[in-house]
């Protein structure tokens, strides 16, 4: 009797989602255009400036800062490559360690990967998603000791050099928390904020709290501009180094082309800035957009005695792609496989990067959490109706 009641729930709410979306094949997300972009695109392309140079790139730069409240902004081919440079010029270094979150994209853990530290994984909060005040702190308080300034896991030996928590599917983290404990440890800060454009705690922007933050325009996010991303830094000189190392490290000249470290060819295209800034115009409108639709959600599910990830405290989510938690792995597994024989695209949360082959010689805390979410999990379709 309970297993018919849950498959007539879950059947209930793939009505609500197609009475949201209509029939047919209904994506977990997809970008909205219309013919401004059109038009803008057709702009940059008459002025034969496409690639890595060009007005917009800069305009696309002032108006993220903006928005987000950063003195700073350099943009970037991916969310990837904006985590990369972040903890490059943040200073970490090979054979360094990193405190983050297994529940991530993979790209949070790449990122560290690529600069020679490694990552050590923190517990999250099951209300957020988030990295966890208090797991990181034990942790730290458990397994590290400071020298000369510098935190030194014990078991390991490694400076830890940063910490990158993550703001999950538009969600907040506890950013206030997670900064003092930072600043206890002398530990950089860095925000993936990849899925939290637009989201905040109290009036103060995720990718605001740390040394910096990190956007991604993918495809999939709540704006785009096709691939691409964006540092945020109140810093001066952090914004120059990453600029710098993103076109390359060549120096400014006429005609010459000297580099004077290793750089990385991360610029931007400006066809791809130009569409970020027909986004940019619009998305005031599609956080709103996504809130209708999340209380619609919300309300289907309280009705319903389904989980749904909200907002709570001070924390202001942009609703980037909604989740519900079921019971057991077995009822997402369930419902993953009713929602495909209906059309409708949902998905479960990450593999979480610790059970992942590149990761599996990281340290981790003690994960329950993790391990309780990455069972359970499963984002519905959230894309603003086109």
């Given at each position: 009797m309970y297993k018919s009641s849950l498959e007539?729930?879950?059947?209930?709410?793939i009505n609500k989602i197609k009475s949201i979306y209509g029939e047919g094949f209904i994506p977990l997300h997809r970008p909205v255009f219309d013919s401004r972009e059109k038009s803008i695109l057709c702009d940059v392309i008459d002025s034969n400036f496409v690639s890595s140079a060009g007005e917009q790139i800069a305009e696309l730069e002032k108006l993220v800062a903006s928005y987000v409240g950063s003195r700073f902004a350099v943009s970037v081919t991916s969310g990837t490559a904006a985590i990369h440079l972040s903890l490059i010029v943040a200073g970490v270094k090979a054979e360094e360690e990193v405190l983050t979150?297994?529940?991530?994209?993979?790209?949070?853990?790449?990122?560290?990967m690529y600069t020679g530290a490694v990552?050590?994984?923190i517990d999250i909060?099951?209300?957020?998603?988030?990295m966890c005040p208090n797991a990181l702190r034990n942790w730290l308080k458990t397994n590290t000791e400071c020298r000369n300034g510098k935190v030194y896991n014990l078991s390991s030996g490694r400076i830890i050099s940063a910490c990158l928590p993550v703001h999950i599917f538009g969600m907040p983290c506890n950013m206030f928390e997670l900064s003092k404990v930072c600043e206890e440890y002398n530990l950089t800060l860095i925000e993936d904020s990849a899925e939290a454009l637009g989201s905040r705690i109290g009036k103060k922007y995720c990718g605001t709290f740390g040394k910096a933050g990190i956007f991604s325009f993918n495809g999939n996010k709540i704006i785009t501009t096709g691939g691409g991303g964006m540092v945020v830094t109140d810093d001066e000189e952090f914004a120059k180094k990453a600029k710098h190392l993103s076109t390359t490290a060549k120096l400014s000249h006429r005609?010459?082309?000297?580099?004077?470290?290793?750089?990385?060819?991360y610029r931007m295209p400006n066809l791809n800035a130009a569409l970020g800034l027909a986004q940019m115009e619009k998305l005031d409108k599609f956080i709103n957009v996504k809130r209708y639709i999340y209380e619609e959600y919300a309300k289907f599910c309280n009705s319903f005695e389904i989980s749904i990830m909200s907002e709570y405290s001070n924390k202001t989510s942009n609703f980037w792609l909604n989740a519900i938690i079921l019971d057991s792995k077995q009822q997402r597994d369930n419902f993953i496989s009713?929602?495909?024989?209906?059309?409708?695209?949902v998905r479960p949360v990450w593999h979480p990067l610790h059970k992942l082959p590149g990761f599996k010689h990281c340290e981790s805390s003690q994960l329950p959490n993790t391990t309780y979410i990455c069972d359970r999990v499963v984002n519905i379709p959230s894309s603003v109706p086109a």
């Open positions: 007539t729930n879950h059947l209930e709410l979150q297994s529940l991530t994209f993979v790209a949070t853990g790449n990122a560290i990552p050590v994984f909060d099951k209300k957020n998603l988030g005609f010459e082309y000297f580099h004077d470290e290793v750089g990385y060819n009713i929602c495909a024989s209906k059309d409708v695209m």
